[in-house]
């Protein structure tokens, strides 16, 4: 399975950006699909996780109530809503997958390439 993350940029304080994340396999929609992020001077950071069977959806708590994650089974297309972006949001963004549940970078065994955010005050 190959992922594709895209959708990133540069943004205000209090802006959205909406990701995406494309994978190219039929199998996509029995993958649990996560994001992550990281910064130059931290791990990978768990993000959000949507779950394949139920679409349940987690958060960090750093993002709850600010990030939505959703997908399109279809399209084969997970997103990330993020809105009211604040600064220490800027980070570089990785959609991932796996076929169980998992919010541990480690455990997951398809990576897209990573997209940037940046968040200006």
């Known amino acids: 399975v190959q992922l594709q993350a895209c959708g990133g940029g540069l943004v205000q304080a209090g802006d959205s950006l909406r990701l995406s994340c494309a994978a190219s396999?039929?199998?996509?929609?029995?993958?649990?699909i996560g994001w992550f992020r990281q910064t130059p001077d931290n791990e990978r950071e768990f993000v959000s996780l949507?779950?394949?069977?139920?679409?349940?959806?987690y958060y960090a708590d750093s993002v709850k109530g600010r990030f939505t994650v959703s997908r399109d089974i279809a399209r084969k297309t997970a997103y990330l809503q993020m809105n009211n972006l604040k600064p220490e949001d800027t980070a570089v963004y990785y959609c991932?997958?796996?076929?169980?549940?998992?919010?541990?970078?480690?455990?997951?065994?398809?990576w897209g390439q990573g997209t940037e955010v940046t968040v200006s005050s």
């Open positions: 949507i779950v394949w069977g139920s679409g349940s959806t």
């Open positions: 991932a997958g796996v076929w169980r549940f998992a919010t541990l970078s480690n455990d997951y065994l398809f």
């Open positions: 396999a039929g199998a996509f929609s029995r993958l649990h």
